[in-house]
């Protein structure tokens, strides 16, 4: 039988140093050279940076956004009795986190075709599978 030695364990912190160092790369590469836009209002540029919440337009009637949609709708409706049906995607907004959270300003309907403007944050973290309403509240 041969001895090896700690190859293994040298492996393993190898492996664990390029996982580190490919972050940092992706990290600095979403920092530094994602393209901005000026903010009209304030004569500003504006920086999709990790942790801050950057508008998506024209997503509203995706059907990945739509699912989302409604997937706050339903777990809202599980936890109230609500009893809310979605009709649109008003607005998209995301926020890079451990995952995405995702900002969805929806308008729904009652039992009695009221309708209601919502704001929803859905949490996920696609490579875990999970998905999580965060909060919803109404906005009129």
Known sequence: MEYRGNSGKHRS???????????????????FSAPTKRNEKEGEMESPLAGGITEVDGVENDLYTVELARFSLDEHNKKTNAGLEFLRVVK???????????HLTIEAADAGKNKKLLEAKVWEKTW????????IRQLH
């Open 92 to 102: 998209v907004k995301r926020q890079v986190v451990a995952g995405t959270m995702h």
């Open 13 to 31: 912190i190898a492996m664990k140093l390029l996982l580190v160092v490919v972050f940092a790369a992706v990290m600095w590469w979403i920092m």
């Open 128 to 135: 875990e599978n999970f998905r999580s309403l965060q909060e």
